[in-house]
DNA sequence: CTTCTGTAATTGGTTAACCAGATTAAGCTT
DNA sequence: AAGCTTAATCTGGTTAACCAATTACAGAAG
């Protein structure tokens, strides 16, 4: 096990050389946004790794927006100049694991916003389905369930009803791993649930109002005891 | 290539398929967290796709941390109960591409707040950093030269500054999509680069101060023209 | 009956051979 | 010499065989 993760981290550092020298390589050969790469047997010559490394690497620059595949032709420079390219690859090879703190900062920003968004623009098909997973959460909590996975539905819910697709899938992102870090450090008990209900059918009711200013409050009121945990950690 | 466009929009309505029949599996085998998968190969048999398609549909799982897969072990259900599974899964499904209006708008969310932080928590490395980004923005805009690279490196400096991760890497994810949109669109000109100057000096100036509040301002200043953009588009 | 052990089957991950489309350039025609 | 054809080569993507680690289980030892 303990073996697993070496290879783990040690297959990511590997990704990381990897997307370094292409950067070098970009910068040395002066490749200007359009340019053709080599093709990834050379590459993976070059570097002395596999080529599944290189695609894994070239992968990531793409899923970034940096670079382009296109089948049977080549990998290429996206429109982004050479500096930008650089600072950029420089970011994301000093990306560092997001912290619990950070998760939650950043789910507050977006839940605010989206609150306000979904109050000035939920569908009436928006809201029935944020009174379905208002009722499936209610529901569970009278009956001494545990709730989270409802509670986090509901907030999806709202997310999607902002009518914000990045934000939408920027919650779904960070929603697991915040589910994981809650049921790790205990965030939630049973009173707080109880107390959920009457917030989420607040934010419920304000968004049916299309209230934006009394949704935004009810949500930050909501996770009032959220940004006391986050900032006494 | 318009061929080559169909395929790859298959792909991924295969995948979502693959998707959603592994949602179907979970709820017919009343799997729960902790549970194991049926291994790969059986996955692809039973659904009558490549193993690289199965594959690459867990990895997607993975990425939005519902699926975990273990070395030589089995694909697992992360310690997200099926209710919530359900609902992430169907929310994935119906993730829709990402409309420029929508990214300006997380943009805009995300950079007033990492303004703010990035005045309260910048070191002086930091301060540095965004010195030479903004110094290197100036240099180009006097010399008349496209300096949409600069400007964008610029504002990464101070996400990077705000000290929140998961911003930072939201920004990152964001923000060539927003570059080649503005190229599209053209929605900068150098009358907008001069008066980015002093905006962009303002707001350095605010950071430095540590006024989180007049950095918010002069971000939203900086973002007058973007804003009624976005909402006219 | 329990516990240990060794072997065989199963697992996700890796690798190398293969594929079809795209590119290139040489060769033929005019 | 210019334009078209065609065949050889190069590309990213796909596939199937392979690998090492894990697991399951049968059987021996206690």
Partial sequence: MKLDILTKTETLNIQKEIISKIRDLINLKNLEPGDKLPSERMLSEKFE?????VREAIQKL???GLLKSIPQSGTFVANIGVIAMNGMIEDILRLEEPDFKSL???RILLELKTARLAALRRTDEDLQKMKNALD??????RN???????DLLFHLAIAKASGNSTMNTFMLII??????????YHVCDSNQAQAGIIE????????????SQLAKQKMKEHFKILYQYCYNI
Avoid: C, L, M, W
């Fill in 49 to 53: 790794v596999t080529r599944s490394n």
């Fill in 62 to 64: 793409e899923f970034y």
């Fill in 104 to 106: 939650v900062e950043t």
């Fill in 136 to 141: 499936a959460y209610a529901e569970k909590v």
């Fill in 144 to 150: 001494g369930e545990d709730a989270v996975q409802e």
């Fill in 175 to 184: 929603t697991p791993e915040i589910i994981t870090n809650f049921e790790k």
């Fill in 200 to 211: 989420h059918t607040e934010i419920y009711e304000a968004i049916k109002a299309k209230d």
